[in-house]
């Protein structure tokens, strides 16, 4: 059965302690969590020591928010592949639209760190997703295609399977943020599905989890996850208190039973 994924990025909230105890009440339900879903949590850089300790040896996977590409080296204030690696972490977000508008992400930044994640063992979660003003001028697709390639550029067929897609259109994500409608949403994941046949071929392309996320929570996800090229959902404020991450998890399960029933 196809697998279906469920992520929350914590961004800068929440202290060591307020991550231990989160990790500690999710590692308790761990055991009841289907094995169709990959879940995973993507707390702040502090916390990840101690949350990775403590969902060692789960189902719950761990992120990043950020890695440089390089190994090492003079780059203050940045955290190296290796160093992830060292601590048991499994995915690193790469290229989310906070990190492009605050911090000067760009494509081709985007680009390195995710070669340097294949190259060192971690999961490179890929995020993608145009401005208001490219949907607005109905240029949406041939913005986010663009972000998705030149990120890709270099990855070979071979590792594009190791590779997790996350669509946010900006406009949609944080507190003011409206979700996509389900059938525009699909529509994108239709296109950068395609566009990964097309460069990867089909069977490939098939192995590529496509997320979505913007403003998503336990009342709106279920017409997401009922889209054909949508494999599960990005998550943010909805999911940063346990109870509400379980939750969706939870109203998840009965949809997926309609889905593949």
Known sequence: MKQVYLGTN???????????????????????????????????????????????????????????????????????????????????????????????????TVNKKVLSALQHGLTPLVCIGEPATEKTYGVEKQYVLRQMLIALKGVSPEDLSKIMLAYEPVWSIGESGVPA????????????????SDQYGKERAETVPILYGGSVNSTNAGPFLLRQNIDGLFIGRSAWEVQGFLSIIRNMEKILEQKFQ
């Open 181 to 196: 409608e389900p059938s525009y949403a699909e529509s994108m994941h239709t296109g950068i599905r395609k566009a990964l």
């Open 10 to 108: 914590w961004k800068m909230h929440k202290t060591i302690r307020e991550s231990e105890e989160y990790a500690n009440l999710l590692k308790e339900t761990c055991d009841t969590i289907p094995d169709r879903f990959t879940i995973f949590i993507i707390p702040a850089l502090l916390s990840l020591p101690r949350v990775s300790e403590i969902l060692s040896g789960t189902k719950i996977k761990v992120g990043s928010q950020n890695m440089h590409w390089e190994p090492q080296g003079a780059y203050t204030g940045e955290v190296s592949p290796l160093m992830l690696r060292e601590i048991g972490i499994q995915i690193v977000e790469i290229g989310h639209s906070e990190r492009r508008q605050f911090f000067g992400e760009t494509d081709y």
